[in-house]
């Protein structure tokens, strides 16, 4: 991930902050409607599983130069992924229903540099999350 990226991100964290909730209601939303196989991945999950998500996306982007702040959370995220069966092929359903609400939340904020760097920051993450849940499933 590139430091220009790393820079939009951070530059979008106080916006995510105040829009979190919105976003991640949006897609679910999204999601549901467009990926319906993916419902079943959530048939357990509790009430606050958009503001988890919420809280996450903004820790992540606070903290994008500082991985290292996130790894309880990551570790926790593995463990829930690995529970609920989640794929690497759910990754791409799920950035393109976050984009998506990303960009219809924040509206012209979200200029195409900014869903440019939301991808790559996603995409990157998404790697991280898929190779520790492959140990984590390998170990099961």
Same mark, same amino acid.
């Given at each position: 991930?590139?430091?220009? =990226?790393?820079?939009?991100?951070?530059?979008? $964290?106080? %916006? %995510?902050?105040?829009?979190?909730?919105?976003?991640?209601? =949006?897609?679910?939303?999204? %999601? !549901?409607?467009?990926?319906?196989? =993916?419902?079943?991945? !959530?048939?357990? $999950?509790? #009430? #606050?599983?958009?503001?988890? %998500?919420?809280?996450?996306?903004? $820790?992540? $982007?606070?903290?994008?130069d500082n991985l290292g702040n996130l790894q309880k959370g990551l570790e926790t995220m593995v463990k829930a992924h690995v529970k609920t069966n989640i794929k690497p092929e759910h990754y791409p359903m799920v950035q393109d229903a976050l984009l998506s609400s990303i960009k219809k939340t924040l509206g012209e904020v979200c200029t195409k540099d900014v869903e440019n760097a939301w991808s790559s920051a996603y995409e990157f993450l998404a790697n991280i999350l898929i190779n520790k849940e492959k140990l984590a499933y390998s170990k099961a």
């Open positions: 991930m590139t430091e220009n =990226t790393k820079e939009i991100i951070k530059s979008t $964290a106080p %916006l %995510l902050k105040e829009k979190k909730d919105e976003i991640t209601e =949006t897609m679910y939303k999204i %999601l !549901f409607e467009k990926y319906p196989e =993916t419902k079943i991945l !959530f048939k357990d $999950a509790s #009430d #606050d599983q958009p503001k988890k %998500l919420a809280n996450a996306i903004y $820790a992540y $982007a606070n903290n994008i």
